[in-house]
Nanobody, 121 residues
Framework: QVQLIESGGGLVHAGDSLTLSCAAS????????MAWFRQPPGKEREFVAA????????NYADSVKDRFTISRDSAKKMVYLQMDSLKPEDTAVYYC??????????????WGQGTQVTVSS
């Protein structure tokens, strides 16, 4: 089992920055990738960004490319999501997930409890 705990959410204004953190524990595998998903109010969960533990593979959704930065600290088993130039449409519950190299929600077995990010206009 893999346990994931997110932190860092909050209420910010449009244009602000926020950094989310995800602490991983348990039977983490270097073969897994770590990803961030989000679920806006009334919408389905969607892919945001992913990074391999080795850091050589990174992928972003088009909607956040050039504004969000995913990173990881393998030694600490931490994954981060730096979010800049936030927009009201970034408002969502953000989830950390561990799984294969994929953007599909159904491919990920391990999930955190989520952290709320609210961006006011």
């Amino acid at each position: 089992q893999v346990q994931l705990i997110e932190s860092g959410g909050g209420l910010v204004h449009a244009g602000d920055s926020l950094t989310l953190s995800c602490a991983a524990s348990g039977r983490t595998s270097s073969k897994n990738i770590m990803a961030w998903f989000r679920q806006p109010p009334g919408k389905e969960r969607e892919f945001v960004a992913a990074v391999s533990w080795g850091g050589f593979s990174i992928n972003y959704a088009d909607s956040v490319k050039d504004r969000f930065t995913i990173s990881r600290d393998s030694a600490k088993k931490m994954v981060y999501l730096q979010m800049d130039s936030l927009k009201p449409e970034d408002t969502a519950v953000y989830y950390c997930a561990a799984g294969p190299w994929s953007q599909r929600v159904e491919d990920f077995e391990f999930w955190g409890q989520g952290t709320q990010v609210t961006v006011s206009s």
